[in-house]
């Protein structure tokens, strides 16, 4: 029976399409096929830019005789988790439960009917550092299956039930108020790590969440010391090997807590957050690093992610031609070879490439520790490396156009490109939306994935409805724009007609209400390497509370502090974990603050809503239009003051006399 892949529209899986192993996606017709055969069923999850998934596959799924063995007694199942988050949340969880830990690739072992009864992540070929090899797990599951085969379904039928129990539980709600708030940055400030920046040890995450919270959380207390943790993280992340210092683009995390040696894939998610964490803090500060850093993140995101199609791509590999960090990492012999020995000998000491390197087999990654004395000749330098660069093999791309990380990317990009003047970031962000509007919603629904033009069948989960909403709705702030308004609430209003838990008030699943059925409906609560569902679904309703009309403006406040209270406990417990929510929350207690500017002279209404943008703190809902604009509820009764453009400026339900000019606007918005 010959492997289905090829006709997937997963890059992930397409990777698995010339597999010896017949692999299935996930399909009634493979859970079918498994109880026909009355075998069990290997489910392997990974992505595109996995480097352990890569090896994984070369090892194992390659190998004729490991696919023999798979195909002779089981029926395989390939997911691609970055396209079904859902199934990959569910058997995540299991595998946590039984291992203590979790990773990609996911190795786990179904019952015909789905339920887990071993689960593990990366096996070798080889039995080493006290791991099976893969064939040995393969033995041993059949044996177990064949030979004990009650016990293997009662135990993975007790897993599934723990599971689903499990995923029903919620938090006890709190209210995340000031109290709450303080206490969290304090928690931050203790588990701040002074020497690198950033929270805990290795391997470390670009906390990006959390460092929207803190900037917040100065904006609003006037407290020095969230600002000093940002600024610290920033610049240190910014000038380690995790940043790519010749075309701009961060790396997914850090192996070292010193931001050296990157693990060198690039996601969509990782720079989208980024890229507005960085802009927020040169708006603020007026920081050039920050600046910089936003500007180069911005190029990476339009020149190697953005699609013919107009949305931005998933990642770029961690690999390239099975090596990790080929592309990125320089002797000091490849600098000279590139450069001349006087150049090369002057990029290796700026770029602290050494004789015995910084990452492996005697490379270095590019650090630039500090700015260059002549940043003439460094320029020059750049460029002439970007050049020799290019011309080594480069990583693959994945092109697969995710529903929920592009609308991170239209946030980063629409507020960054409004804050710093670069209106062509601000259409890249409507373009990219357009895209998702156009292709990804089908029959009234969101779909979570596209390819190349063609949408794909898995069906969004509440990430990318909540994440697209937060996109139009700062599209419709960064252009006045009120179809932008319109569609942003409209995907509000389907998830909270469709992921809505109706046992706990405030409480969302990932998954809507009439999804595929798996073993439990997944829920998370915790901010990881992007913002959890209901996190940003939270943000997303502050943000419509003041952007609706009076009809629904309340019913979305509402939804928003009982969707803010179900984490209050999480945020309490662990901030680390909460940065999406205690970014919402800061918003939430200060008003939000609001900024509507009227003027029938765009040069005018336009320099009042520069101003704004400038001064008003992180969470400002600043819009501009001619007065009574159709569609546009904020600025609405908002007249012209003595036929000059005004600011009209509003703090949760109470509103200061308008402003004319921008030394009065930025006046009041200091206060």
């Known amino acids: 029976m010959p492997n289905r892949l090829a006709a997937a529209t997963s890059p992930y899986l397409l990777q698995h399409a010339d597999n010896p192993i017949e692999w299935w996606e996930w399909s009634d017709e493979a859970f079918a096929e498994a109880a026909r055969r009355d075998v069990p069923i290997l489910l392997s999850v990974g992505y595109a830019a996995c480097?352990?998934?890569?090896?994984?596959?070369?090892?194992?799924?390659?190998?004729?005789?490991?696919?023999?063995?798979?195909?002779?007694?089981?029926?395989?199942?390939?997911?691609?988790?970055?396209?079904?988050?859902?199934?990959d949340a569910v058997y995540m969880t299991a595998t946590q439960a039984m291992?203590?830990?979790?990773?990609?690739?996911?190795?786990?072992?179904?019952?015909?009917?789905?339920?887990?009864?071993?689960?593990?992540?990366?096996?070798?070929?080889?039995?080493?550092?006290?791991?099976?090899?893969?064939?040995?797990?393969?033995?041993?599951?059949?044996?177990?299956?064949?030979?004990?085969?009650?016990?293997?379904?009662?135990?993975?039928?007790?897993?599934?039930?723990?599971?689903?129990?499990?995923?029903?539980?919620?938090?006890?709600?709190?209210?995340?108020?000031?109290?709450?708030?303080?206490?969290?940055?304090?928690?931050?400030?203790?588990?701040?790590d002074a020497q690198h920046g950033g929270f805990g040890g290795a391997p470390k995450f670009p906390p990006s969440m959390a460092l929207e919270f803190l900037l917040r959380h100065h904006e609003r207390t006037g407290s020095p010391r969230p600002l000093e943790l940002v600024a610290i993280t920033a610049e240190r992340m910014a000038r380690g090997g995790m940043y790519d210092q010749l075309a701009g683009g961060f790396a997914r995390y850090s192996v070292d807590a010193g931001w050296v040696v990157p693990h060198f894939e690039k996601m969509l998610y990782d720079n989208a957050l980024l890229l507005r964490a960085y802009a927020h803090l040169a708006r603020r500060t007026g920081s050039a690093l920050a600046r910089r850093v936003t500007e180069e993140t911005a190029a990476f995101l339009l020149r190697d992610l953005r699609t013919p199609e107009g949305g931005f791509a998933s990642?770029?590999?961690?690999?390239?031609?099975?090596?990790?960090?080929?592309?990125?990492?320089?002797?000091?012999?490849?600098?000279?070879?590139?450069?001349?020995?006087?150049?090369?000998?002057?990029?290796?000491?700026?770029?602290?490439?050494?004789?015995?390197?910084?990452?492996?087999?005697?490379?270095?990654?590019?650090?630039?520790?500090?700015?260059?004395?002549?940043?003439?000749?460094?320029?020059?330098?750049?460029?002439?490396?970007?050049?020799?660069?290019?011309?080594?093999?480069?990583p693959a791309r994945d092109d697969k156009v995710v529903t929920s990380w592009n609308g991170m990317a239209i946030v980063a990009l629409a507020e960054a490109g409004a804050a710093l003047g670069r209106p062509e970031w601000v259409v890249a962000a409507g373009e990219a939306a357009d895209l998702l509007l156009r292709l990804h919603v089908v029959d009234g629904r969101l779909r979570r994935s596209s390819r190349a033009g063609a949408v794909g069948v898995a069906?969004?989960?509440?990430?990318?409805?909540?994440?697209?909403?937060?996109?139009?709705?700062?599209?419709?702030?960064?252009?006045?724009?009120?179809?932008?308004?319109?569609?942003?609430?409209?995907?509000?209003?389907?998830?909270?007609?469709?992921?809505?838990?109706?046992?706990?008030?405030?409480?969302?699943?990932?998954?809507?209400?009439?999804?595929?059925?798996?073993?439990?409906r997944p829920r998370e609560i915790t901010d990881n390497a992007s913002p959890c569902g209901a996190s940003a679904l939270a943000d997303a309703l502050v943000t419509a509370s003041v952007l609706?009309?009076?009809?629904?403006?309340?019913?979305?406040?509402?939804?928003?502090?009982?969707?803010?209270?179900?984490?209050?406990?999480?945020?309490?417990?662990?901030?680390?974990?909460?940065?999406?929510?205690?970014?919402?929350?800061?918003?939430?207690?200060?008003?939000?603050?609001?900024?509507?500017?009227?003027?029938?002279?765009?040069?005018?209404?336009?320099?009042?809503?520069?101003?704004?943008?400038?001064?008003?703190?992180?969470?400002?809902?600043?819009?501009?239009?001619?007065?009574d604009a159709p569609g546009v509820p904020l600025l609405a009764d908002r007249p012209l003051v003595d036929d000059a453009a005004a600011a009209y400026v509003c703090r949760g339900f109470v509103c200061d006399r308008p402003v004319t000019t921008t030394d009065e606007l930025v006046a009041l918005l200091s206060t």
């Not at 090892?59 to 199934?87: C, G, H, L, Y």
């Not at 080889?126 to 040995?136: A, D, K, V």
């Not at 599951?141 to 689903?164: E, F």
Request: glycine share 10%; charged share 20%; hydrophobic share 45%.
């Open 459 to 520: 069906a969004g989960v509440l990430e990318d409805h909540a994440l697209l909403a937060a996109g139009l709705l700062a599209l419709h702030q960064a252009t006045g724009d009120a179809a932008r308004l319109r569609a942003g609430l409209d995907l509000l209003d389907l998830a909270l007609a469709h992921f809505a838990d109706p046992d706990a008030p405030g409480a969302f699943f990932d998954t809507a209400d009439d999804a595929e059925q798996l073993l439990h």
């Open 315 to 394: 990642a770029l590999d961690a690999d390239t031609e099975g090596v990790e960090g080929l592309t990125y990492a320089w002797t000091p012999a490849q600098l000279r070879e590139a450069l001349g020995d006087a150049d090369g000998a002057w990029a290796a000491e700026l770029l602290t490439v050494t004789d015995g390197g910084t990452f492996e087999h005697g490379m270095s990654t590019l650090q630039l520790l500090a700015d260059p004395a002549d940043p003439e000749r460094w320029a020059d330098v750049r460029s002439r490396l970007l050049t020799a660069r290019a011309a080594r093999p480069q």
């Open 51 to 87: 480097h352990w998934c890569h090896v994984m596959a070369h090892e194992s799924f390659e190998d004729a005789a490991t696919a023999a063995q798979v195909n002779a007694d089981f029926v395989a199942i390939k997911v691609d988790r970055e396209e079904r988050p859902d199934i």
């Open 99 to 192: 291992t203590g830990q979790g990773g990609w690739p996911m190795t786990c072992f179904l019952t015909p009917v789905g339920e887990p009864f071993h689960c593990g992540t990366y096996y070798p070929s080889q039995p080493r550092h006290g791991l099976p090899s893969f064939r040995q797990l393969l033995d041993a599951v059949t044996t177990a299956w064949n030979d004990d085969r009650d016990r293997v379904r009662g135990a993975a039928g007790d897993m599934a039930a723990r599971l689903a129990e499990t995923a029903r539980a919620a938090l006890p709600p709190a209210v995340v108020g000031e109290g709450v708030l303080d206490d969290a940055a304090a928690g931050l400030a203790d588990a701040f």
């Open 548 to 627: 609706a009309g009076p009809d629904d403006a309340g019913r979305y406040r509402d939804a928003a502090e009982a969707a803010l209270a179900s984490a209050g406990t999480l945020a309490q417990r662990h901030p680390r974990f909460a940065g999406h929510w205690l970014t919402a929350a800061e918003a939430a207690v200060a008003g939000p603050l609001q900024v509507a500017v009227v003027g029938s002279s765009p040069t005018a209404r336009e320099a009042l809503v520069s101003a704004a943008r400038e001064a008003a703190t992180g969470g400002t809902v600043v819009v501009g239009g001619e007065p």
